[in-house]
Nanobody
Framework: VQLVESGGGLVQAGGSLRLSCAVTGSGFSIGPMGWHRQALGKQRELVATITGGGFTNYADSVKGRFTISRDNAKNAVYLQMNSLKPEDTAVYYC?????????????WGQGTQVTVSS
C-alpha cells in the first residue's frame, strides 16, 4: 500500500495549486482521508478531512480558500488551494484510514512541498 502525492510546487501569493493523492494496492476499504501540513520548525497540523460520504472539515486558516474532494472510484483525494498565502508554505501530507477484514490503520504519503512566494 502506498499513498502517492503530486502537485506541489512554487507559486506566487494569490495563486492556486491542486494537490493529488492516490492510494495504490488492493483488498482494503478507505475511510476518512485528509491533508495535513508541516512548516519548517513547526508541528504538523490538520488542513482538511473528508469522509467516505463526502463530509468535509477544514482548519480555520484555510476555510474559504481550500477545497478537499475525493474520487472513491480512483481511491484518490485532492486539495484545491486558491488565494495562496506565504504562510501556506509547508510540506503537505495526505493520509487515509485503510481497513481490511480484521484490522485498520492510518497511512501517510511521502509529502509534497508547497512554497508560496510573496
Amino acid at each position: 500500500v502506498q499513498l502517492v502525492e503530486s502537485g506541489g510546487g512554487l507559486v506566487q501569493a494569490g495563486g492556486s495549486l491542486r494537490l493529488s493523492c492516490a492510494v495504490t494496492g488492493s483488498g482494503f476499504s478507505i475511510g476518512p482521508m485528509g491533508w495535513h501540513r508541516q512548516a519548517l520548525g513547526k508541528q504538523r497540523e490538520l488542513v482538511a478531512t473528508i469522509t467516505g460520504g463526502g463530509f468535509t472539515n477544514y482548519a480555520d486558516s484555510v476555510k474559504g480558500r481550500f477545497t478537499i474532494s475525493r474520487d472513491n472510484a480512483k481511491n484518490a483525494v485532492y486539495l484545491q488551494m486558491n488565494s495562496l498565502k506565504p504562510e501556506d508554505t509547508a510540506v503537505y501530507y495526505c493520509n487515509a484510514r485503510l481497513a481490511w477484514s480484521l484490522t485498520e490503520d492510518n497511512y501517510w504519503g511521502q509529502g509534497t512541498q508547497v512554497t508560496v512566494s510573496s
